[in-house]
């Protein structure tokens, strides 16, 4: 029978990882669902959904070679899929200022405390080593408006930190 | 209602010719299946696998925004474009999907209208957003032919302000 599973994959980033992977996983009979893969740093990271009749131990090794060659590690959870039921993003949160350590876990708090569900962080380092700098960007859906959520954002203000919340309108056409 | 991977939204509709009851009952259809889908504002005809050039938007339905009210484009024209915004789009021809598309801020735009007189709108924002992206139906465009990342949206944005 076949199941959706949660492949999670980090390694030094360099060319060719996501093809070997996704061909070994095609060969092997497998669908692949959503995905996010993007470099972090010097890694590259992946987290895709990946249907098939194998069990999690024989994901890894059908994926061994390829994870052995490019330097890989794999990890394989067991998932319910539920596609199809995206849920809009209505707010967005933009942050940038100074790097120092504290920024997520502040502006998250706030936005937990009030119900806010993020939908999708990105998050760069910028600048330079000597004076990095901190982007984020957070989409996601809150009962409040953006107007509150940047009122409750406001004193990180105080500390440095440029935050700002935006109603995100999806135009219907 | 066609929905991806019906090819057929990506073929490229023919201007029209007759200015007839048939057209204008083919109108009131569209409208109607507009106002039944909640939230929509807008829907071209190949949408619901009628290929001729013609589209309905009507945003007056959001507060705050500048609006024509009801247009109905029949063989529309651009006539000027300025400036870009990118903003979230789905549509009702891809469900489950919206994603970040960039378009012109302002328009002018010249179509016919069910009696096939000439007219011209201007357009800002919102309501440019859906002009544009139901007159892209007309010519087998849908709004995944113009996606941008987010990261190229708060990029464009940064460097805006």
């Known amino acids: 029978m076949k ?36 470099r972090l ?27 052995l060659s490019l330097g890989l590690k794999l990890h394989v959870d067991t998932i319910e899929a539920h596609l199809h039921s995206h849920v809009e993003p209505n707010v967005r949160v933009t942050v940038y200022g100074a790097d120092r350590p504290g920024i997520v876990a502040q502006v998250t708090a706030a936005l937990a405390s009030r119900g806010f569900n993020i939908l999708d962080l990105e998050s760069d380092v ?24 940047e009122k409750l ?3 990180l203000r105080e500390k440095g930190v440029e935050v700002g919340a935006e109603p995100l309108e999806t135009l219907v056409g | 209602m ?38 929509c504002v807008g ?7 009628y290929f001729q050039r013609i589209v309905i938007v009507d945003v007056s339905g959001k507060p705050g925004i500048a609006h024509n009210g009801r247009m109905l484009l029949v063989n529309p024209e651009m006539v000027s474009r300025e400036g870009e915004a990118v903003g979230r789009e789905g549509c009702l021809s ?3 999907y919206t994603g970040n598309v960039a378009r012109a801020e302002r328009i002018c735009v010249r179509a016919q ?35 941008v990342s987010k990261r190229e949206l708060f990029r464009r944005k940064a460097y805006r302000t």
Not at chain 1, 135 to 144: K, N
Not at chain 2, 4 to 31: G, M, N, T, W
């Open chain 1, 3 to 38: 199941r959706w599973y949660m492949l999670t994959v980090v390694g030094r980033d360099q060319p060719g990882i996501v093809a070997a992977l996704t061909d070994a996983l095609f060969r092997a009979g497998a669908n692949l669902g959503e995905a996010s893969m993007v």
């Open chain 1, 41 to 67: 740093g010097g890694s590259f990271t992946i987290m895709m959904m990946v249907e098939t009749e194998q069990d999690e131990s024989g994901i890894r090794a059908l994926l061994g070679p390829a994870g």
């Open chain 1, 126 to 149: 910028a600048g330079t080593p000597e004076q990095p700098i901190y982007v984020m960007t957070i989409d996601g859906h809150s009962a409040e408006s953006a107007t509150a959520i």
């Open chain 1, 153 to 155: 954002l406001l004193p």
């Open chain 2, 2 to 39: 066609l929905h991806y991977p019906d090819i057929r939204l990506k073929q490229v509709s023919v201007p029209v010719s007759s200015f007839d009851q048939a057209l204008r009952e083919f109108l009131c259809d569209l409208e109607d299946t507009m106002r039944a889908s909640p939230g």
């Open chain 2, 43 to 49: 829907l071209a005809a190949p949408q619901v696998n």
């Open chain 2, 94 to 96: 891809v469900p489950d």
């Open chain 2, 113 to 147: 209208d069910g009696n096939g007189e000439w007219r011209e709108y201007r357009c800002e924002g919102y309501e440019a957003r859906a002009v544009l992206h139901e007159i892209d139906h007309l010519d087998g465009l849908l709004f995944l032919d113009r996606l």
